[in-house]
């Protein structure tokens, strides 16, 4: 971590995995495995399961959050969840941008900003996630990439909602294939980021939280925590295993 001062934050992404009685198990699990951990602990479970958990994850000192949400607040948007809704059960952090919702449900760099709006306005706390495919890297396109997903939030909405957020950069061919970046890729990146928000707002920049995601596991966490501008992980599969996930909220101090 640098001097300055960021409460890492370690957000369990469990996307569309689980049962009713999982995540309950799940929650109690982490909420008793963490207790002198000096993170911030966030859960993102599947949608019908945050209401639910939401006293458990209270009581038990972790954050709620959602994996998307619509654009909307409300009205003819059959299958959408809007963010007031998400607040109503608990939540107080969103995804945006998530590279699965970017592929699979063609979510433009525009689409995102105007989800990243709607979470604000609602009270949530995005997570704009940003990262670049195999070929991206490749081609030696990481930094375009990137930046152009932070400054379509920016354009949309200003460098100061960003002060409210936090960023997850998680390289797609990093994410659920046991891939992952170096350390040294990582904070270079994670570096650059932050360049690019203290472009706009050095204070910002000092204090936002930028995530690592990519198969982040207990055998890779504290060398990645390690680095400077890691304020963080965004943890997929190894966030359905409590003692993953604890051994990775260790690795965060
Ligand atoms: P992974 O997923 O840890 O399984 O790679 C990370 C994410 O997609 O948030």
């Not at 909420?31 to 602990?41: I, K």
């Not at 970017?102 to 995102?112: G, L, Q």
């Not at 996630?129 to 932070?150: D, F, H, I, L, W």
């Not at 990519?214 to 925590?225: D, T, Y």
Request: hydrophobic share 45%.
């Amino acid at each position: 971590m640098s001097e300055t001062e960021r409460t890492p934050l370690i957000a369990g992404n469990w996307k569309m995995n689980g049962s009713a009685a999982m995540a309950e198990a799940l929650v109690d699990a982490i909420a008793a495995g963490r207790s002198d951990s000096a993170a911030e602990v966030l859960v993102i479970p599947p949608f019908p399961y945050i209401d639910r958990l939401s006293r458990r994850a209270a009581k038990g000192g972790l954050q709620l959050g959602a994996q998307d949400l619509s654009v909307h607040a409300s009205g003819a948007f059959t299958g959408e969840v809007s963010g007031p809704m998400l607040v109503d059960v608990g939540a107080g952090y969103v995804l945006v941008g998530h590279s699965e919702r970017r592929e699979m449900h063609a979510e433009s760099d525009a689409v995102v900003a105007a989800k990243f709006e709607a979470a604000r306005a609602a009270g949530l706390k995005p997570v704009l996630c940003v990262g670049e495919s195999r070929q991206q890297r490749e081609a030696g396109e990481t930094e375009a990439v990137t930046r152009a997903q932070v400054e379509a939030v920016v354009d949309r909405c200003g460098a100061g909602a960003l002060a409210d957020a936090v960023i997850a950069y998680e390289p797609v061919w990093a994410i659920g294939t046991g891939l992952v970046a170096t350390p040294e890729q990582a904070q270079g990146v994670h570096a650059f980021l932050r360049a690019r928000v203290a472009e706009h707002d050095a204070t910002i920049a000092g204090r936002i939280r930028i995530l690592y995601g990519g198969s982040m596991k207990p055998q890779n966490a504290a060398e990645l925590l390690a680095c400077e501008d890691i304020d963080g992980g965004l943890i997929g599969g190894a966030s359905l295993s409590a003692d993953d996930f604890l051994a990775v909220i260790a690795a965060a101090g």
